[in-house]
């Protein structure tokens, strides 16, 4: 398939299925039951899948060149901290960055 | 259009997202670079951010793209990584509700992590609906307008930001920042850890399939790990 015109099908296909995703629930409520073991099931999608989405980001791939580079372990887990209690993504920003740099100057003086 | 843009609701919405438009300015600019990377005309960029709307998405999209994966295995991926926004719908929905249809349609389309988060803070603090809506709407609107910003120069400009910056790493951060407040109950915690271990052990699979097998896997762990704790304190 040609690339441009895989990247409109992606655009539209995808952007139709996250539409239909986000008004889900808004069109369908108290128009139909909905069963209760999805309602709980769905409680665990987003610890699930963001963390499914995020790890591979922080520690990479085993065997892979770069495996665990632990300045971003560090960061990352030092930004979860922050996020946990301060729930806010600008300040979890700022402190998962600023401990990446600092680590990183930290390894590259030493070394 | 004016009058909702001097709409003291809509304006609240919009000045409350601010710091989070600029906390998302380095993953706009990371999906744009991406977008670039992939070989995306402008339009399809824009295309891309503009109407799939989301930055998980997007990533994985043109990753995928760029290594040659077919149609189906890019659509059912993002699906899969898009699936929290039924979650989102399902809490938003006793809020909207109160709307009128037109609206309910119109503020699925700017439903992401950020406008949520904000706008349950708003509704459990128990604003009338009809105010909420427009206070969602102003949001909603900001972040997408930042989002097309941010993409765009990440396609033009993305080239010139120094790799030393490590700017990719601001992508795990914002998913860290809407993840770990989560971390309060045990079947989350569950949930969590069985998809981190699944997904790092299964990162063999071709086409970033882990991904879809992680999510299931910690959906189902978490829920019986649910099942277990109401079994535990019912007795």
Not at chain 2, 23 to 43: E, H, K, Q, R, T
Not at chain 2, 80 to 105: N, T
Not at chain 2, 168 to 184: E, G, Q, S, T, Y
Not at chain 2, 207 to 223: D, S
């Given at each position: 398939m040609d690339g441009a015109l895989k990247l409109w099908a992606v655009v539209a296909i995808v952007g139709?299925?996250n539409?239909?995703?986000?008004?889900?629930?808004?069109?369908?409520?108290?128009?139909?039951?909905?069963?209760?073991?999805?309602?709980?099931?769905?409680?665990?999608?987003?610890?699930?899948?963001?963390?499914?989405l995020?790890?591979p980001m922080?520690?990479?791939?085993?065997?892979?060149?770069?495996?665990?580079?632990?300045?971003?372990?560090?960061?990352?887990?030092?930004?979860?901290?922050?996020?946990?209690?301060?729930?806010?993504?600008?300040?979890?920003?700022?402190?998962?960055?600023?401990?990446?740099?600092?680590?990183?100057?930290?390894?590259?003086?030493?070394? | 259009?004016?009058?909702?843009?001097?709409?003291?609701?809509?304006?609240?919405?919009?000045?409350?997202?601010?710091?989070?438009?600029?906390?998302?300015?380095p993953f706009g600019l990371v999906c744009g670079v991406g977008a670039a990377a992939a070989g995306a005309s402008v339009w399809g960029a824009i295309g891309l951010s503009a109407i799939v709307f989301s930055g998980a998405a997007q990533i994985l999209a043109v990753q995928l793209l760029a290594a040659g994966a077919p149609l189906a295995v890019i659509v059912l991926t993002c699906?899969?990584a898009g699936?929290?926004?039924?979650?989102?719908?399902?809490?938003?929905?006793?809020?909207?509700?109160?709307?009128?249809?037109?609206?309910?349609?119109?503020?699925?389309?700017?439903?992401?992590?950020?406008?949520?988060?904000?706008?349950?803070?708003?509704?459990?603090?128990?604003?009338?609906?009809?105010?909420?809506?427009?206070?969602?709407?102003?949001?909603?609107?900001?972040?997408?307008?930042?989002w097309q910003?941010t993409n765009v120069a990440g396609y033009f400009l993305g080239n010139?930001i120094?790799p030393?910056?490590?700017l990719d790493?601001?992508v795990?951060?914002?998913?860290?920042?809407?993840?770990?407040?989560?971390?309060?109950?045990?079947?989350?915690?569950?949930?969590?850890?069985?998809?981190?271990?699944?997904?790092?052990?299964?990162?063999?699979?071709p086409m970033k399939?882990?991904l879809?097998?992680?999510?299931?896997?910690?959906?189902?762990?978490?829920?019986?790990?649910?099942?277990?704790?109401?079994?535990?304190?019912?007795?």
């Amino acid at each position: 398939m040609d690339g441009a015109l895989k990247l409109w099908a992606v655009v539209a296909i995808v952007g139709l299925l996250n539409y239909v995703s986000r008004l889900s629930f808004i069109a369908l409520f108290a128009r139909r039951h909905v069963p209760p073991l999805l309602v709980r099931a769905f409680r665990y999608v987003p610890a699930a899948m963001l963390t499914a989405l995020v790890l591979p980001m922080i520690v990479g791939a085993p065997g892979a060149v770069g495996f665990a580079p632990a300045p971003k372990i560090v960061a990352a887990t030092l930004a979860g901290i922050v996020a946990f209690f301060t729930r806010s993504t600008l300040k979890t920003l700022g402190a998962g960055m600023l401990a990446l740099w600092a680590l990183q100057a930290a390894s590259g003086s030493m070394g | 259009m004016r009058r909702i843009a001097s709409d003291p609701d809509f304006r609240a919405g919009f000045a409350e997202m601010v710091p989070a438009c600029v906390a998302m300015v380095p993953f706009g600019l990371v999906c744009g670079v991406g977008a670039a990377a992939a070989g995306a005309s402008v339009w399809g960029a824009i295309g891309l951010s503009a109407i799939v709307f989301s930055g998980a998405a997007q990533i994985l999209a043109v990753q995928l793209l760029a290594a040659g994966a077919p149609l189906a295995v890019i659509v059912l991926t993002c699906f899969v990584a898009g699936l929290r926004f039924v979650i989102y719908s399902a809490a938003m929905a006793p809020y909207l509700r109160p709307l009128p249809a037109r609206w309910q349609q119109g503020l699925a389309f700017l439903l992401t992590d950020q406008a949520f988060a904000a706008s349950v803070r708003r509704f459990d603090a128990g604003a009338d609906p009809h105010a909420g809506g427009r206070h969602f709407l102003g949001g909603g609107f900001a972040l997408w307008m930042f989002w097309q910003a941010t993409n765009v120069a990440g396609y033009f400009l993305g080239n010139l930001i120094p790799p030393s910056w490590s700017l990719d790493f601001a992508v795990p951060l914002c998913f860290i920042a809407l993840v770990a407040p989560h971390f309060r109950t045990s079947p989350t915690i569950a949930a969590a850890v069985a998809a981190g271990v699944a997904v790092i052990a299964l990162s063999g699979l071709p086409m970033k399939l882990n991904l879809i097998v992680a999510g299931v896997t910690g959906i189902v762990v978490g829920t019986l790990a649910d099942f277990a704790r109401e079994r535990w304190t019912a007795r």
